[in-house]
Structure formats: structure tokens, C-alpha cells
């Protein structure tokens, strides 16, 4: 089945609130689940509408999705990442005619992606970590190549991530047989509820520990500070990220969160930054804004000179085209905005006084 948009998928614009998204799920869910619907597709429809929920329903998830399509989705959370968390049991808590709808969503029909209560429920990835990095016009221009240090959850070097005193080993949790969970079964009228909650001796992990790690307290995690290396692609801009995969917290039994680094730069002396055109304001004297001629300005890349015409009035910009950042994802660059302001003398000599009175009169003013 082709992958469709989760906003198409459910029929709600990209807007909508978390209620509409609610309303629009729990028709289609009806419509489409399995004990009522028994047309082939109704299965993969089913599982459609219900990832399309789960994503849509969590705002990290959306705005995950909304920035980067089912790419990111599926690059950042697997199949019990996705579903984790979602209410499934508030829609159809009064659907007394759908009593196993629980058991389904958790136990998985069909190759439905639901892990349920087939084995251990650990958090898959660890935490993502944010590092802020302040970088200069010149480099956010050009790229530069960093290495930052960044405080961070690693796998303990003496148990090797296990949490078990070395020598020692882990043994399957007696409380829930090493499934990670424990469930309880409630029924209500035709309603059967199932309710699977993290197993509170072993919290999730279906192993235990007689002899922790001294060095880790069990957690199989240690502090450390990793020394990394960071490409700033040339075009960087105000408060973008860096996604570095794999450089976030470690976790135990699972893959490490990601690190974004976001840009923050530095305020320039001349310059000022407006998407990918730099601004720059200067000022001009009057005899050249009357005659004209060539201003010299700087530039992010050294120097560059502006043809003046006769006549430039204070406010007039001058385009100086490629002059300005790179667009980081795309060919070419922005441009220099030159703006000029005219220079009025306050304090002139006997001399420019004779020659501005001389001025106005060829102009016939009189001062």
C-alpha cells in the first residue's frame, strides 16, 4: 500500500486540533476495524488509520512529521515508539460491542505493529540532547569545522552496558517471566479491558541484577564527555540545527538518542543578516551624492566598489548581486544590500561657505 499522508490518511487539514483528529479517527476506526469490516483491505486500512493517529495525536511527533515527512518519522521511532503513548483506550472505552479491540491493538493482529505483551516494553532510544554553538558572519559564510564537547549518558566501561557486577549475570524477572510487563483483565458488560502496565520489580527490562555494577549502580550507564567533531555547512543561519544521529544519550538495551547542534551567530561589526542578503549601511558626502562616482564597502568575502550615479538621494540601496551567503540548500548566493545616507556637514569653513552660497545662487536660491 502506497504511503499517503497522515493528514489525507485520517481527512482532516493539516490545522486541525487534537479534538477533530480524535473525532476523525474514532469514524474511520469504526468503520474499518477488522471484527466489523471483513473486506480484504480492512486490515491495511486499519493499521494505516491508526500509525496515522498515533503520529498525529502526539505533538512531538507531529511536529517531527510536519518538518520532515514519514522519513523522520520512521527514522527516529520504530514500530513501538510510534504507537507508544497514543489513546486508543479513551475512543473506544464505551464500544461495548468492541470487547477484544484492546487485546488487538496490543497484541498485534494480523502482523498488525502493536508489540504489546510479547516481550520486554524498554524504551528503544535514548534521550535527544540540544548543544548550542555560537559561530562568527565569516564562518556561517564560508562553513567551519568545530569540535565541541558535549556532557552525555554512555554505556559503562566496566559492566559493558549490562548493569551486572563483572562475573555476574542478569536472570529472567520472577514476577513477570521476563516479558517486561504484567496485565490485568477487567470486564464490563461485553467489554473485556485489558490493562498491561510496566512490571514494577524489574521496571520493564524482564531481567533482574543480585550483584550490580559497582562502578554504575545497575544502570549499565556512566557520565562522560565526548569530544566531537561538527561541520557547519556554508549559508548556516540563526537558529538552525545540526542533527548529529547517534551523538544523544545512551540507554540501556537500546540505540542512542541524536544531538542537535543549533546555530546561533555572533553580531557584526558592519554587517546585518536578512536571509541569505547582507545589509549594509553608509553614508556618502553630498558633493559625491550630487556628482557621483565609486564608494569602496566591505564584504563578507573582502572588498567590493559601488558605482554612484549623479543625483543619489539619502536611502537610495545599491544591489551588489552574489555578495551574500550561500544558500545552504541550493545553488548559488544571496546579495550585498548597500544603503547610503548622505553626510550634511555641520561645522564648514569660510571657504565651503563661499562655495555652497555660490552654489544656491547658480540655482538661483538665496540663503
Given at each position: 500500500?502506497?504511503?499517503?499522508?497522515?493528514?489525507?490518511?485520517?481527512?482532516?487539514?493539516?490545522?486541525a486540533?487534537?479534538?477533530?483528529?480524535?473525532?476523525?479517527?474514532?469514524?474511520l476506526?469504526?468503520?474499518?476495524h477488522?471484527?466489523?469490516?471483513?473486506?480484504?483491505?480492512?486490515?491495511?486500512?486499519?493499521?494505516?488509520?491508526?500509525?496515522?493517529?498515533?503520529?498525529?495525536?502526539?505533538?512531538?511527533?507531529r511536529?517531527?512529521?510536519?518538518?520532515?515527512?514519514?522519513?523522520?518519522?520512521?527514522?527516529?521511532?520504530?514500530?513501538?515508539?510510534?504507537?507508544?503513548?497514543?489513546?486508543?483506550?479513551s475512543?473506544?472505552?464505551?464500544?461495548?460491542?468492541?470487547?477484544g479491540?484492546?487485546e488487538?491493538?496490543?497484541?498485534?493482529?494480523?502482523?498488525?505493529?502493536?508489540?504489546g505483551?510479547?516481550?520486554?516494553?524498554?524504551?528503544?532510544?535514548?534521550?535527544?540532547?540540544?548543544y548550542?554553538?555560537e559561530?562568527?558572519?565569516?564562518d556561517?559564510?564560508?562553513?567551519?569545522?568545530?569540535?565541541?564537547?558535549?556532557?552525555?549518558?554512555?554505556?559503562?566501561?566496566?559492566?559493558?552496558?549490562?548493569?551486572?557486577?563483572?562475573?555476574?549475570?542478569?536472570?529472567?524477572?520472577?514476577?513477570?517471566?521476563?516479558?517486561?510487563?504484567?496485565?490485568?483483565?477487567?470486564?464490563?458488560?461485553?467489554?473485556?479491558m485489558?490493562?498491561?502496565?510496566?512490571?514494577?520489580?524489574?521496571?520493564?527490562?524482564?531481567?533482574?541484577?543480585?550483584?550490580?555494577?559497582?562502578?554504575?549502580?545497575?544502570t549499565?550507564?556512566?557520565?562522560?564527555?565526548t569530544?566531537?567533531?561538527?561541520?557547519?555547512?556554508?549559508?548556516?543561519?540563526?537558529?538552525?540545527?545540526?542533527?548529529?544521529r547517534?551523538?544523544?544519550?545512551?540507554?540501556?538495551?537500546?540505540?542512542?538518542?541524536d544531538?542537535?547542534?543549533?546555530?546561533?551567530?555572533?553580531?557584526?561589526?558592519?554587517f546585518?543578516?536578512?536571509?541569505?542578503?547582507?545589509?549594509?549601511?553608509?553614508?556618502?558626502?553630498?558633493?559625491?551624492?550630487?556628482?557621483?562616482?565609486?564608494?569602496e564597502?566591505?564584504?563578507?568575502?573582502?572588498?567590493?566598489?559601488?558605482?554612484?550615479?549623479?543625483?543619489?538621494?539619502?536611502?537610495?540601496?545599491?544591489?551588489?548581486?552574489?555578495?551574500?551567503?550561500?544558500?545552504?540548500?541550493?545553488?548559488?548566493?544571496?546579495?550585498?544590500?548597500?544603503?547610503?545616507?548622505?553626510?550634511?556637514?555641520?561645522?564648514?569653513?569660510?571657504?565651503?561657505?563661499?562655495?555652497?552660497?555660490?552654489?544656491?545662487?547658480?540655482?538661483?536660491?538665496?540663503?
Amino acid at each position: 500500500m502506497d504511503k499517503r499522508d497522515y493528514y489525507d490518511v485520517l481527512g482532516v487539514p493539516k490545522g486541525a486540533n487534537k479534538d477533530e483528529i480524535k473525532a476523525a479517527y474514532r469514524k474511520l476506526a469504526l468503520q474499518f476495524h477488522p471484527d466489523r469490516n471483513k473486506s480484504p483491505e480492512a486490515t491495511e486500512r486499519f493499521k494505516e488509520i491508526s500509525e496515522a493517529y498515533a503520529i498525529l495525536s502526539d505533538d512531538e511527533k507531529r511536529n517531527e512529521y510536519d518538518r520532515f515527512g514519514r522519513a523522520g518519522i520512521y527514522e527516529r521511532y520504530n514500530t513501538e515508539d510510534i504507537f507508544r503513548g497514543a489513546d486508543f483506550d479513551s475512543i473506544f472505552r464505551d464500544m461495548g460491542g468492541f470487547g477484544g479491540i484492546f487485546e488487538q491493538l496490543l497484541r498485534g493482529f494480523g502482523g498488525f505493529g502493536f508489540q504489546g505483551f510479547a516481550g520486554p516494553q524498554r524504551p528503544s532510544r535514548g534521550q535527544d540532547l540540544a548543544y548550542d554553538m555560537e559561530i562568527s558572519f565569516e564562518d556561517a559564510a564560508h562553513g567551519v569545522s568545530r569540535e565541541i564537547e558535549v556532557p552525555r549518558l554512555a554505556q559503562c566501561n566496566t559492566c559493558n552496558g549490562t548493569g551486572a557486577q563483572p562475573g555476574s549475570q542478569r536472570k529472567t524477572c520472577k514476577t513477570c517471566n521476563g516479558r517486561g510487563q504484567v496485565q490485568q483483565i477487567r470486564r464490563s458488560g461485553f467489554a473485556q479491558m485489558i490493562q498491561i502496565t510496566t512490571c514494577p520489580r524489574c521496571n520493564g527490562a524482564g531481567t533482574t541484577i543480585d550483584k550490580p555494577c559497582k562502578n554504575c549502580g545497575g544502570t549499565g550507564l556512566m557520565r562522560d564527555k565526548t569530544r566531537l567533531q561538527v561541520k557547519v555547512p556554508a549559508g548556516a543561519d540563526e537558529g538552525q540545527s545540526l542533527r548529529l544521529r547517534g551523538e544523544g544519550n545512551m540507554i540501556q538495551g537500546g540505540r542512542p538518542g541524536d544531538l542537535y547542534v543549533r546555530i546561533h551567530l555572533k553580531p557584526h561589526e558592519y554587517f546585518k543578516r536578512d536571509g541569505d542578503n547582507i545589509l549594509y549601511e553608509t553614508r556618502i558626502s553630498y558633493p559625491k551624492a550630487a556628482m557621483g562616482g565609486e564608494l569602496e564597502v566591505p564584504a563578507i568575502d573582502g572588498k567590493a566598489r559601488v558605482k554612484i550615479p549623479p543625483g543619489t538621494r539619502a536611502g537610495t540601496v545599491f544591489r551588489l548581486e552574489g555578495k551574500g551567503f550561500p544558500h545552504v540548500e541550493g545553488w548559488g548566493r544571496g546579495d550585498e544590500l548597500v544603503r547610503v545616507d548622505v553626510d550634511i556637514p555641520r561645522d564648514l569653513s569660510k571657504r565651503e561657505r563661499e562655495l555652497l552660497s555660490e552654489l544656491a545662487q547658480l540655482r538661483g536660491e538665496s540663503l
